[in-house]
Nanobody, 123 residues
């Protein structure tokens, strides 16, 4: 089993910053990617930022230039630095980790999610 633990959510005023952290632990051979999603009430989750095994990153257009995703591969940790936060960024943020297990000559990919952390931005 894989455990995905998020931390760093909270409340901030518009223009402020927060940093989210996520650590993956448990049974896997390697990590394929790590990503952050967010979900607004009544809406589907949407991708905010993603970083893959090779370090390639991609961002949602609305957060480019304000959010930065980074990782510590040795610690299986991903960070999301969020600057210039706006009230429309208020949502539950989820960490998503793609893990790989090699068994019986096969590569098994698994998708793992954290419980989510609330980010609230007030005007």
């Amino acid at each position: 089993q894989v455990r995905v633990a998020e931390s760093g959510g909270g409340s901030v005023r518009a223009g402020g910053s927060l940093r989210l952290s996520c650590e993956a632990s448990g049974s896997f051979d390697s990590i394929n990617f790590m990503a952050w999603y967010r979900q607004f009430p009544g809406k589907q989750r949407e991708l905010v930022a993603r970083i893959n095994y090779g370090g390639f990153t991609n961002y949602r257009d609305s957060v480019k230039g304000r959010f930065t995703i980074s990782r510590d591969s040795a610690k299986n940790t991903v960070l999301l630095q969020m600057n210039s936060l706006q009230p429309e960024g208020t949502a539950v943020y989820y960490c998503n980790v793609g893990t790989i297990i090699r068994a019986e000559g096969r590569r098994h990919e698994n998708d793992n999610w954290g419980q989510g952390t609330q980010v609230t931005v007030s005007s």
